[in-house]
């Protein structure tokens, strides 16, 4: 891993935000009142490998901080579910 300038990115929305090879660092997963879920994938579209999926059926922020960076193959996508609010994620292509 290269020591490159982590990227964040608000996500309200599905969303590739790295197209080929990258770490994911942390995301943030803040629900609707009504609760949520989000998928962060492995991949260019809905169709990669889960991540993790963060659900919540609270209004509360959801923290994702792995203890070392999780190594993402082929991109990183954001796979939108119902009734969230936001997805805060920091993130860094690999060169």
Do not use: C
Not at 25 to 34: E, K, L, M, Y
Request: no cysteine.
């Amino acid at each position: 891993m290269a020591n490159k300038k982590i990227e964040w990115t608000r996500v309200t929305a599905d969303q590739k935000l790295l197209n080929g090879p990258g770490w994911l660092h942390s995301a943030f997963f803040v629900p609707s009142s009504a609760g949520g879920d989000v998928v962060i994938r492995d991949g260019a579209d809905a169709n990669g490998e889960i991540v993790i999926k963060m659900v919540s059926q609270l209004v509360s922020t959801i923290p994702f901080t792995p203890t070392s960076p999780i190594r993402l193959q082929k991109g990183l996508f954001i796979d939108w579910g119902t009734t969230a609010d936001s997805l805060l994620v920091g993130y860094e292509a690999e060169d």
